[in-house]
């Protein structure tokens, strides 16, 4: 049997047949241990003595706000201010486990099913409903899922970025490196599949790497942070500042355009497409973003020069859901998305502190930390013996679905036609739901009145969509009402 990834379960549960998978579990963002095992044979009072210390580790809570600049705060909590070091020592995991704030195991013992992109988890057995969650095979699957999705983190020892002396990410990149995250799913799903997992006793595959290599931290990586910035600085994005999920998701847009130019408009094989959802007039007039379904049909169609009919799809839904607060209408239509599919999760988090949310358990949310500072690997398409363990997390943290800051990016991916017919339907049932408040809607055409007009369509006695009624644009040609620089290609 291929081995798995090493965890340990948290020392409240050192009697369990799983001590020494090396798993733990952790309700606050911080540090994810993604390269080490994390070793619970140490007592309280030695977490005790350890835990002031370490206020002074180089990782911080979170990220700049909007405003604040890199020279705001300090490395090294040098400058921090004794009430900052304070809340880092409380916010510790020693300090968690004796005040009774960390929980252990499944988010309150919860014997609910998890959602993980797309995927159900059932954490208590139908044979024998008496054992716990945390030691069913519902359980186990979960955490060899959870433990083969990218993590990408802050990182030191880069190269300059640009013309500026920035050769870390730290205190401030963590929204990039979320985005990184979620787009290095999509291309998971797009080259090796929804049921791919990561064996760390096998070869490292071709494919694996190469997706690796686009996320390194040099201007020779496609999607690098150096060309994140790059393509970025006409939504406002530069080293050290503070950047939102819609100017990230328009960022993405961006570099795919321009890697689509500098090979001269050459496919990929497969090539997938980008394409940002954003409502009336880009999002100007407000409202629930629109899913134009007559777009999406004739872009693939041009972008693939009329070889194919369909080209798979990333699809960035950016949203605001609040102002200060998510609005908890809201939280269950999030929730319901983790079950879809097509679910690439949610780029967002806490206010000032950017996390890619990779699925739910009731009122929880489980997500990937990039808020970890590790030295850059050099990824090579041309090495398969690299180290990639920092790539990867044995930490599954979560957070209640209601902290989440009301700006966010949802993400889905469409491989063919009919995935993008199923997602159609689901995200149709999910505005029948809304009770007059979607997270984004449905459309035919850009005239449609009647969000859920699709949906009608592709449930009728044919079960087919009626294509024909579409305007085709021939292959290389453009419809002027259309803007060109949604869709772009990855």
Same mark, same amino acid.
């Given at each position: 049997?291929?081995?798995?990834? !090493?965890?340990?379960?948290?020392?409240?549960? #050192?009697?369990?047949?799983?001590?020494?998978?090396?798993?733990?579990?952790?309700?606050?963002?911080?540090?994810?241990?993604?390269? %080490?095992?994390?070793?619970?044979?140490?007592? @309280?009072?030695?977490?005790?003595?350890?835990?002031? +210390?370490?206020?002074?580790?180089?990782?911080?809570?979170?990220?700049?706000?909007?405003?604040?600049?890199?020279?705001?705060?300090?490395?090294?909590?040098?400058?921090?201010?004794?009430?900052?070091?304070?809340?880092?020592?409380?916010?510790?995991?020693?300090?968690?486990?004796?005040?009774?704030?960390?929980?252990?195991?499944?988010?309150?013992?919860?014997?609910?099913?998890?959602?993980?992109?797309?995927?159900?988890?059932?954490?208590? /057995?139908?044979?024998?409903?008496?054992?716990?969650?945390?030691?069913?095979?519902?359980?186990?699957?979960?955490?060899?899922?959870?433990?083969? =999705?990218?993590?990408?983190?802050?990182?030191?020892?880069?190269?300059?970025?640009?013309? %500026?002396?920035?050769?870390?990410?730290?205190?401030?990149?963590?929204?990039?490196?979320?985005?990184?995250?979620?787009?290095?799913?999509?291309?998971?799903?797009?080259?090796?599949?929804?049921? &791919?997992?990561?064996?760390?006793?096998?070869?490292?595959? !071709?494919?694996?790497?190469?997706?690796?290599?686009?996320?390194?931290?040099?201007?020779?990586?496609?999607?690098?942070?150096?060309?994140?910035? !790059?393509?970025?600085?006409?939504?406002?994005?530069?080293?050290?500042? &503070?950047?939102?999920?819609?100017?990230?998701?328009?960022?993405?847009?961006?570099?795919?355009? #321009?890697?689509?130019?500098?090979?001269?408009?050459?496919?990929?094989?497969?090539?997938?497409?980008?394409?940002?959802?954003?409502?009336?007039?880009?999002?100007?007039?407000?409202?629930?973003?629109?899913?134009?379904?007559?777009?999406?049909?004739?872009?693939?169609?041009?972008?693939?020069?009329?070889?194919?009919? &369909?080209?798979?799809?990333?699809?960035?839904?950016?949203?605001?859901?609040?102002?200060?607060?998510?609005?908890? =209408?809201?939280?269950?239509?999030?929730?319901?998305? +983790?079950? +879809?599919? /097509?679910?690439?999760?949610?780029?967002?988090?806490?206010? *000032?502190?950017?996390?890619?949310?990779? *699925?739910? /358990?009731?009122?929880?949310?489980?997500?990937?930390?990039?808020?970890?500072?590790?030295?850059?690997?050099?990824?090579?398409?041309?090495?398969?013996?690299?180290?990639?363990?920092?790539?990867?997390?044995?930490?599954?943290?979560?957070?209640?679905?209601?902290?989440?800051?009301?700006?966010?990016?949802?993400?889905?991916?469409?491989?063919?036609?009919?995935?993008?017919?199923?997602?159609?339907?689901?995200?149709?049932?999910?505005?029948? !739901?809304?009770?007059?408040?979607?997270?984004?809607?449905? %459309?035919?055409?850009? #005239?449609?009145?009647?969000?859920?007009?699709?949906?009608?369509?592709?449930?009728?006695? %044919?079960?087919?969509?009626?294509?024909? #009624?579409?305007?085709? @644009?021939?292959?290389?040609?453009?419809? *002027?009402?259309?803007?060109?620089?949604?869709?772009?290609?990855?």
């Amino acid at each position: 049997m291929p081995k798995k990834a !090493q965890f340990s379960i948290s020392s409240s549960d #050192s009697d369990s047949p799983r001590k020494n998978l090396g798993f733990s579990v952790s309700s606050e963002p911080g540090p994810s241990n993604s390269s %080490t095992n994390v070793n619970n044979k140490f007592s @309280v009072w030695s977490g005790l003595l350890i835990s002031p +210390f370490s206020i002074f580790d180089s990782e911080p809570q979170g990220c700049l706000k909007k405003g604040e600049s890199c020279c705001s705060k300090k490395y090294n909590g040098i400058g921090i201010g004794w009430t900052s070091a304070v809340k880092r020592m409380m916010n510790s995991g020693s300090m968690r486990r004796i005040f009774g704030m960390d929980k252990t195991g499944i988010p309150n013992g919860s014997k609910s099913d998890i959602w993980l992109l797309g995927v159900c988890y059932k954490v208590v /057995q139908d044979d024998d409903p008496t054992i716990e969650p945390t030691q069913s095979d519902g359980f186990s699957a979960f955490i060899d899922d959870f433990s083969s =999705r990218i993590l990408v983190t802050y990182r030191k020892g880069f190269a300059p970025i640009g013309d %500026t002396k920035y050769t870390s990410d730290v205190n401030w990149g963590c929204m990039l490196r979320s985005s990184q995250m979620l787009v290095a799913q999509a291309l998971l799903l797009h080259r090796l599949g929804r049921s &791919w997992r990561k064996f760390f006793d096998k070869p490292l595959e !071709q494919k694996y790497v190469e997706i690796l290599h686009l996320f390194g931290d040099s201007e020779e990586s496609a999607y690098s942070i150096h060309n994140l910035l !790059q393509a970025g600085k006409t939504c406002g994005l530069s080293p050290g500042s &503070w950047m939102g999920p819609y100017a990230m998701c328009r960022t993405w847009e961006t570099l795919a355009r #321009s890697k689509r130019e500098e090979t001269g408009n050459a496919d990929t094989s497969p090539a997938m497409a980008i394409y940002v959802v954003s409502g009336a007039e880009d999002g100007e007039r407000g409202g629930a973003p629109v899913l134009c379904v007559e777009d999406i049909v004739m872009h693939c169609s041009g972008l693939s020069k009329g070889e194919v009919d &369909w080209t798979p799809v990333l699809f960035l839904v950016p949203l605001v859901l609040g102002l200060d607060k998510i609005n908890s =209408r809201y939280l269950p239509l999030l929730a319901a998305t +983790f079950s +879809f599919p /097509q679910s690439l999760g949610i780029l967002g988090g806490r206010p *000032g502190a950017s996390t890619y949310i990779v *699925g739910v /358990q009731d009122d929880k949310a489980f997500y990937l930390d990039p808020h970890e500072v590790q030295p850059v690997v050099d990824i090579r398409t041309d090495k398969l013996d690299v180290d990639t363990s920092s790539y990867h997390c044995n930490t599954v943290r979560h957070f209640p679905l209601d902290s989440i800051d009301p700006s966010l990016a949802i993400g889905f991916y469409c491989s063919d036609k009919s995935d993008f017919d199923d997602f159609c339907i689901r995200a149709s049932e999910l505005v029948d !739901q809304s009770n007059g408040a979607p997270l984004f809607t449905i %459309t035919e055409t850009r #005239s449609s009145t009647t969000s859920n007009e699709y949906n009608d369509r592709l449930t009728s006695d %044919t079960g087919v969509p009626e294509l024909d #009624s579409f305007d085709a @644009v021939a292959p290389g040609e453009s419809d *002027g009402n259309r803007p060109e620089d949604e869709w772009q290609l990855l």
